[in-house]
């Protein structure tokens, strides 16, 4: 450092700048300044180096006087110097420091035009592509298909799909940390038999059929709670018959549904499993029973194995709900999954076609969300919601309810409901919550629901996020023949895309809500995202009452919902059995153990 600082010192009274200096390049010695000295003979010019040990002596006749004028020249000549080099560096720092300045506002300039750039691009690609949904014809030559004349809607929105021209800009939400996932280390799966479990016992208490009523997660709850029941008799279950009477009049069998031969084999160190009932048994009379909802396995055991002791052949007329979430042997919790996780596989026709929608969401390697938005007309008829839609609809929503005997609740004050967190979130509402969480309009979003009740109800949703599919508009017409007037398969199908969705976002606690979350829990907490309908219907009041601006309701939505992701946490028990977290929602404890170093 110090032979650094003594080649940058600028030269005084002679001495000469050295080379490295920042002001000059090339040669940096210096020579001093001439003076001329007449004699008697001739004028020349005589160069001296002032303070030079060679420099010659001044003339002894000179008067003291000379001399001082010489030395006074000299030094008003080096002041001058000084002051000359001193303005100089001044002007070299000021020189810097506009180049300075104006490489910064150069660098500036550049990023926001950079940044405007790509969001007018962004915005050119999403024009486009809207553009595209709503043309008629496509150039074959530059995207390899040419709407044929009466093509419908979800052909279109297949073709663009598989030729890449619906794209999203998901890598904005990733770097904003929206599709991060919930932490799970030390958490693991534990729901495998243990080495030293006893051989199933080929002897029988009896046999149990069941029919499992209502929609598909309904009745998958029920086969699951059916087999831990026979497990607890040790009784033999006879294939499940499953409900063809509900709202959805689907006529499918257990065999269309699921992997029955699957079934059996998971299941043979548990239970014994049989196609029917045996020729010995097929001519007695079934004992029917309707067990209670939410009972302990003792009351299995007290109540009714006695009576398929004595009968041999037992009849469940409902198999919801009618075990406990809690308070049951951890075998038996255990088994439940296996049953749910192992056992219950889809068919092949509907694993094959849910994993080629999904392919189709995440076509150029793009994420998607999974939404369930139950806004259907059965779900808001049984729930009493009615908000936003017309008085007009409202009648028609009550007029179903009335018409349906087994729902219980009639009247309902569907604004109170609202409050308390007991209606799906709207459409709107919906929108409004995928906005401020960061989801930017781009997002591909599968559909995992029916058609949305309410005229216009889907517009501020699909104005908001155009990217939205569903197995409609995915497949071809006659991709879904097959599946027509059999609703339990196509939710069967949306279960197999909803499960391995990026996020799964519901807007209801019902029945395919609990299983697709409870399911991804189990499958290494995938993230899920579970809206704070209690508070968050509350912001959104004050946001359309001008109570509140958006940036300070984007940011309360984000502190509601940033521990609502699917991250670990135990089973919330509750003072009622149907005021507990259900155990398919959540089967930790039970199936999901922590792991200890």
């Not at 007695?284 to 029973?289: G, V």
Request: hydrophobic content about 35%; proline content about 4%; overall charge positive.
């Amino acid at each position: 450092m110090a032979q650094n600082g003594s080649n940058s010192t600028a030269a005084v009274d002679g001495v000469p700048h050295r080379l490295n200096s920042p002001r000059y390049s090339g040669s940096m010695t210096r020579r001093a300044h001439s003076f001329k000295r007449k004699n008697n003979n001739n004028n020349n010019e005589i160069e001296l180096q002032i303070n030079s040990p060679r420099s010659p002596l001044v003339p002894a006749e000179g008067s003291a006087l000379k001399r001082n004028n010489l030395q006074h020249h000299h030094n008003h000549h080096v002041s001058h110097k000084e002051k000359r080099n001193k303005f100089g560096h001044w002007v070299f720092f000021l020189f810097c420091g506009v180049c300075l300045f104006l490489g910064l506002l150069k660098i500036c300039a550049t990023a926001w035009w950079f940044r405007s750039s790509v969001h007018s691009t962004s915005e050119y690609v999403q024009e486009l592509s809207d553009s595209i949904n709503n043309r008629n014809l496509m150039d074959q030559s530059s995207h390899g298909y040419a709407y044929r004349e009466g093509a419908s809607e979800a052909e279109r929105t297949l073709k663009m799909v598989t030729t890449g021209m619906i794209d999203t800009q998901a890598g904005m939400a990733e770097e904003s940390g929206t599709w991060s996932i919930p932490n799970y280390k030390n958490f693991t799966q534990c729901i495998d038999l243990p080495r030293n479990h006893k051989k199933l016992d080929a002897k029988t208490n009896g046999y149990i059929l069941v029919n499992a009523n209502g929609g598909l997660n309904q009745m998958r709850f029920g086969i699951c709670d059916m087999v831990a029941v026979a497990k607890i008799m040790k009784a033999t279950l006879v294939l499940p018959s499953l409900d063809h009477t509900s709202y959805w009049g689907d006529a499918s069998g257990f065999k269309d549904l699921f992997e029955w031969k699957h079934f059996i084999e998971t299941l043979k160190d548990d239970i014994q499993v049989v196609e029917t009932l045996p020729p010995a048994y097929a001519e007695i009379e079934p004992f029917s029973k309707t067990p209670i909802s939410w009972s302990k396995a003792s009351y299995y055991k007290t109540e009714v194995l006695p009576l398929l002791k004595q009968h041999k052949v037992i009849y469940f007329t409902h198999s919801d709900s009618r075990l406990a979430n809690n308070g049951i042997p951890s075998t038996i919790q255990k088994l439940r999954c296996r049953v749910n996780y192992r056992a219950l596989k889809y068919s092949a026709p509907i694993e094959e076609f849910g994993n080629k929608l999904v392919s189709r969401m995440r076509q150029n390697e793009n994420p998607y969300l999974a939404l369930h938005l139950r806004y259907e007309k059965d779900m808001l008829a049984f729930t009493g919601c009615s908000h936003n839609l017309t008085a007009e609809e409202d009648d028609e929503l009550r007029q179903m309810r009335y018409e349906v005997g087994h729902w219980k609740e009639k009247e309902i004050n569907g604004t109170e409901r609202r409050l308390t967190g007991g209606c799906p979130l709207t459409p709107r509402e919906t929108s409004l919550l995928l906005r401020a969480l960061g989801f930017p309009s781009q997002t591909r979003i599968y559909l995992v629901a029916g058609e949305s009740y309410g005229r216009g109800s889907m517009k501020y949703l699909e104005d908001d996020f155009p990217n939205i599919f569903s197995h409609s508009s995915l497949s071809s017409k006659e991709e879904l023949n097959p599946y027509k007037n059999h609703k339990n398969m196509l939710a069967g199908i949306d279960f197999i895309v909803a499960l391995q969705s990026d996020i799964f976002l519901y807007t209801y606690d019902g029945n395919m809500a609990k299983a697709v979350q409870g399911h991804r829990r189990f499958e290494n907490f995938k993230k899920t995202i579970n809206p704070d309908k209690v508070n968050f219907v509350k912001l959104v009041d004050k946001l359309d009452e001008g109570k509140i601006s958006w940036k300070k309701f984007s940011s309360k939505v984000k502190i509601l919902h940033k521990d609502r992701i699917g991250a670990p946490y135990l089973r919330e028990r509750g003072e009622f059995p149907k005021l507990e977290e259900s155990f398919y929602a959540n089967p930790m404890p039970g199936c999901i153990c922590e792991t200890r170093y």
